[in-house]
């Protein structure tokens, strides 16, 4: 079990307009992707479900579902449906019914809070509506469709115990990348082959400084909500978590930043990379 961090948030409201049309009535993070069930063949889980068993797996029980206009499916997907079971179960589907119930049994032993943005506006303002979930408690944020595969999900174990070592006030996940101009961008100091401390974040920059990009996984502690209310819309009118960060670097707060280390980012950000990501996840 975690030691401190106990709440996690995902947010699950984004319009996912770079894979319309099936976005039009589906939830982006609701989209499949191949994995292994719990009898060895393949199957096929949603993104959402599989961050939402990563985290239970590394000992999360309480969550906080950032969801928007349209994102009635999420929460229909999180509430068990035990007759459902038991119906697979008359009709001897057994294996599909032990997948099920083996998920849901996780969702039954967890507190699942579901939040509504009302309008999309960006990232920032997603995780500020968490605000009342998570109180005065440090908080881990993983964005509903931004999955990282890594053995014992040690992505989510070297971040908090980065977190914890160095009493940091953000920590988030990076890793280096051939076009910096998509992603939001750090510039920092390296003290270890896995470990920067930050002095920059910028989100999809012009000229970028790097090429380490920032992964939408970060852990926080509430000091993160007074730099997003201080924050004004964008060009695009949305609040970004990015510029949130370099408010708390501004004011001399410590952030850093963990490089993932052997493990594999799954992004579905639009139809091309969906495709990629299928296709690696089968070959997983």
């Avoid at 206009?69 to 008359?90: M, N, W």
């Avoid at 001897?92 to 506006?121: D, R």
Wanted: net charge positive; charged share 30%; glycine share 6%.
């Amino acid at each position: 079990m975690l030691p401190t961090i106990k709440k996690a948030v995902i947010p699950a409201a984004g319009l996912g307009t770079r894979l319309l049309p099936i976005t039009k009535e589906m939830p982006k993070e609701m989209l499949p992707l191949f994995f292994r069930s719990k009898s060895g063949k393949m199957c096929l889980k949603p993104v959402l479900q599989s961050v939402f068993e990563q985290l239970h797996g590394t000992g999360f029980r309480d969550f906080c579902i950032i969801v928007g206009r349209g994102k009635r499916a999420i929460e229909d997907y999180f509430t068990p449906d035990f007759g459902f079971v038991q119906y697979l179960r008359s009709k001897k589907k057994t294996k599909y019914a032990e997948e099920l119930q083996e998920f849901y049994n996780k969702v039954s032993s967890s507190v699942i809070n579901f939040v509504n943005q009302p309008e999309p506006k960006g990232l920032g303002d997603a995780v500020l509506r968490a605000k009342t979930f998570t109180g005065e408690e440090s908080f881990l944020v993983h964005a509903g469709d931004d999955l990282i595969l890594s053995k014992g999900n040690d992505h989510l174990k070297m971040l908090i115990k980065a977190f914890e070592k160095f009493d940091a006030d953000a920590a988030f996940l990076v890793e280096l990348v051939e076009d910096p101009r998509n992603y939001g961008i750090v510039e920092g100091d390296k003290l270890s082959e896995w470990i920067y401390r930050v002095k920059t974040v910028t989100e999809k920059p012009k000229v970028p400084r790097s090429k380490i990009a920032v992964i939408a996984v970060y852990v926080f502690k509430p000091t993160i909500y007074n730099e997003i209310l201080r924050l004004k819309p964008d060009k695009s009118k949305e609040i970004q978590l990015t510029d949130a960060i370099q408010g708390l670097l501004n004011r001399g707060f410590k952030v850093y930043a963990v490089k993932l280390k052997d493990g594999k980012r799954i992004d579905i950000g639009a139809s091309e990379r969906y495709w990629e990501a299928l296709n690696i996840t089968y070959k997983l």
